[in-house]
């Protein structure tokens, strides 16, 4: 079993910065491509960023230059920094990662963090 765990959301102000991190526990074997995912109230879950197992990079367009996804691979950990928030941002944020368990290759989610831009 593999369980995903996000942390670091919370009510920050329109400008401000937040740093989302995904933990993967249990039994892995090796983890694939990584990545963010929101949805904010009323809409369909989108893509945010992804991370390869190589180190490359892909963003939505809504929040390049902004936003920088990165990985410790070794501690199974995954990271969005999220810089120059706003409204829009506001959404629950999901980790999502492509993991082998030691018998086969799944994708998992994450429980979702909150994150809330206002002032």
């Known amino acids: 079993q593999v369980q995903l765990v996000e942390s670091g959301g919370g009510l920050v102000q329109p400008g401000g910065s937040l740093r989302l991190s995904c933990a993967a526990s249990?039994?892995?074997?090796?983890?694939?491509?990584m990545g963010w995912y929101r949805q904010a109230p009323g809409k369909q879950r989108e893509l945010v960023a992804l991370i390869s197992t190589g180190g490359s990079t892909k963003y939505a367009d809504s929040v390049k230059g902004r936003f920088i996804i990165s990985s410790d691979n070794a501690k199974n950990l995954m990271y969005l920094q999220m810089n120059g928030l706003k409204p829009e941002d506001t959404a629950v944020y999901y980790c999502?990662?492509?993991?082998?368990?030691?018998?086969?290759?799944?994708?998992?989610w994450g429980q979702g963090t909150q994150v809330i831009v206002s002032s």
């Open positions: 999502n990662e492509f993991v082998n368990s030691g018998h086969s290759w799944g994708i998992y």
């Open positions: 249990g039994s892995i074997s090796s983890i694939g491509a």
